[in-house]
DNA sequence: AATTCGGGGAG
DNA sequence: CTCCCAGAATT
């Protein structure tokens, strides 16, 4: 029997992080900022979940809002989704669990946007849980530790690595906290992707990776693939008091809820768009292209301003509205119109 | 098993 | 530039 979870908390207690704002056993901060650390890092989530907690308190405050509210919060952090299952889950916790954030890994994995890893964590800070994570720190620990190979996203190595992570659980549960941050902790501060701290490193001794000097190797990395180009115009319409016409996007799909600018296929489409906007429109120059580049794809967009010269019809509804553009920073709009604004002034 | 979800930190 | 981050849901 190896101490490996005797030296992670021993390592814990010395070097470990204590005073991240989320090392609380409240469920519901647990669980908030667990859902934002998601393929998110430590220091990009902190002024987000400050600014979201302050807004939305309680788990009740949360299902209480709209989703316009809270993805108005969550604007600029992406993978939206996230936020609209954070919304939906809240109403959850208050319908289907009476009120009362659900104990047990199995339950709290009900929720949307919760899996197994995100459970267990919460499960852990929670309620002392013995349950094992495996989030891409502990992939990188346990692949190096254990010299496993292969793309952990391929189903036999995770299932490899999940088993360990459960045989490796320390034996006492009011470890559980200390132990699952201890993991995190080393994963993100000392057996880091491209600069493993090995020197300083509590599980040094018997680490595989370490002892054949393929740290670097481990773990195997996604096979990667070309990501394809996109194209598109966003329609900066103003009317006659300088306002800005959004649009809201469908519920799924990319920047799915969030407040738009209108697009079409190209400038000489621009016109015509307008005009299946209810709206007469003469074009002003466009602004030079920017870029913006996605996991899975880069996306080229021009800018094109136009300004309201007559309506056919009514321009609002429920998915299609005027904002100043105070409004529109303070509402859920996606990075790259954040920044037009913002460079706009 | 592969793809779809954002945006940014850090080397 | 590249890699990858306290992943989950969908196809």
Not at 9 to 23: I, K, N, V
Not at 46 to 56: C, G, K, S, V, W
Not at 149 to 166: D, H, M, S, T, Y
Not at 331 to 342: E, M, Q, S, W
Request: glycine share 6%; with cysteine.
């Amino acid at each position: 029997m190896s101490d490996f979870s005797r030296r992670l908390l021993g390592w814990q207690a010395e070097c470990g992080r204590h005073d991240l704002p989320w090392q609380v056993s409240d469920p519901y901060r647990v669980w908030l900022s667990e859902i934002m650390l998601q393929q998110t890092q430590v220091t990009t989530v902190i002024p987000y979940y400050e600014r979201f907690l302050q807004r939305f308190p309680t788990v009740a405050d949360l299902a209480a809002a709209t989703q316009d509210d809270v993805l108005a919060h969550w604007s600029g952090l992406g993978y939206y989704s996230r936020a609209r299952n954070l919304h939906a889950a809240a109403q959850m916790v208050m319908g289907h669990f009476g009120g009362t954030f659900p104990r047990t890994p199995a339950e709290i994995a009900e929720l949307p946007g919760v899996g197994r890893s995100t459970a267990a964590a919460i499960a852990a800070f929670s309620f002392n849980t013995r349950s094992a994570i495996l989030d891409g720190n502990v992939k990188r620990v346990l692949a190096r530790w254990a010299g496993i190979e292969g793309f952990p996203g391929e189903k036999a190595i995770e299932n490899r690595l999940w088993a360990l992570a459960e045989s490796l659980l320390p034996p006492n549960a009011a470890d559980m906290p200390a132990y699952t941050q201890a993991q995190m902790d080393l994963g993100a501060t000392v057996c880091t992707p491209r600069k493993p701290a090995c020197l300083t490193c509590p599980l040094a001794d018997d680490c595989r990776a370490k002892a054949e000097g393929c740290q670097l190797e481990l773990p195997t990395p996604k096979p990667k693939k070309a990501i394809p180009e996109r194209h598109t115009t966003m329609l900066l319409i103003r009317d006659a008091q300088g306002r800005l016409l959004l649009e809201k996007r469908p519920p799924t799909g990319i920047w799915g809820g969030l407040w738009c600018l209108p697009e079409s296929t190209s400038t000489l489409q621009a016109t015509a768009r307008c005009q299946q906007l209810g709206l007469a429109v003469e074009l002003d120059p466009a602004l030079p292209d920017f870029v913006h580049v996605f996991t899975h794809f880069r996306l080229t967009i021009t800018p094109q301003p136009a300004t309201v010269s007559g309506a056919t019809h009514a321009v609002h509804d429920d998915a299609l509205r005027w904002f100043s553009t105070a409004d529109a920073l303070a509402a859920g709009i996606p990075t790259p119109l954040r920044k037009l604004l913002t460079a706009q002034t």
